[in-house]
């Protein structure tokens, strides 16, 4: 089945600083997304983004799917932001799609 | 927005005993999912669903079944709890057949088995 990497595995940074968050995939999707876990548990969606790029506030994420990767920019860091941050992408599975998670990339933002 | 809700945030239970996890989504989607999520692991599937009363397994359907009996619940079923079933448990729907919809996740229940 298709493989996805994130990188680094865990991100300290201070609060104000700008984080690139990477995904790697191994085959070609045609779903990509980027959530936000935070620290209760709670999957945000953060972007629905097989190609190209998106805004919002002060997130932004690229997908360049030719060549199998995304990344997830987040600007002028908060403390709010601390918690995981997953990459997904769709795979079909028995006729239906389904998403198959990265390993996830622990994000902490000191004050 | 799409609103998924899990009956419960936290549930502990004995071993043995049949544990019901509800999940009910309110904007029509055809698709529902069941995942769980340790550490180190990672989201795993369990089980999902394209239809009423249609069920798919996942990677690791051992120790679960699932019932889905209207378009809106998608319930996962232990049928006798184990301490390894202790984990966070994860529902999500997404909506349509084929590609092009994003997926929207509950905020979860954490089950501890004792």
């Known amino acids: 089945g298709i493989q996805v990497e994130q990188s680094p595995p865990d991100l300290i940074l201070q609060e104000g600083a700008n984080s690139t968050l990477r995904c790697n995939f191994s085959d070609s999707v045609n779903n990509l997304q980027w959530f936000h876990q935070n620290p209760w548990g709670q999957l945000i969606n953060l972007f629905y983004?097989?190609?190209g790029t998106k805004q919002n506030g002060r997130l932004s994420a690229t997908t360049v799917a030719t060549e199998r990767y995304s990344l997830l920019y987040i600007s002028s860091s908060q403390t709010t932001d601390s918690g995981v941050y997953f990459c997904a992408v769709d795979q079909i599975h028995q006729g239906a799609q389904k998403l198959v998670f990265g390993q996830g990339t622990r994000l902490t933002i000191n004050p | 927005d799409v609103k998924v809700t899990q009956s419960s945030r936290y549930l502990v239970k004995r071993t043995g005993e049949k544990v019901f996890l509800e999940c009910v989504q309110d904007?029509?989607?055809?698709?529902m999912f069941w995942y769980r999520q340790d550490p180190g692991l990672g989201l795993r599937l369990i089980y999902f669903s394209y239809d009423v009363k249609m069920k798919e397994k996942g990677d690791i359907p051992e120790g679960y079944s699932v019932s889905r009996e209207k378009k809106e619940r998608f319930s996962l079923i232990l049928e006798s709890a184990s301490t390894n079933q202790t984990s966070m448990y994860l529902c999500?729907?997404?909506?349509?057949?084929?590609w092009g919809y994003g997926y929207t996740f509950g905020s979860g229940t954490r089950l501890t088995v004792v």
């Open positions: 999500a729907s997404s909506g349509g057949q084929g």
């Open positions: 904007m029509d989607h055809e698709n």
């Open positions: 983004i097989p190609s």
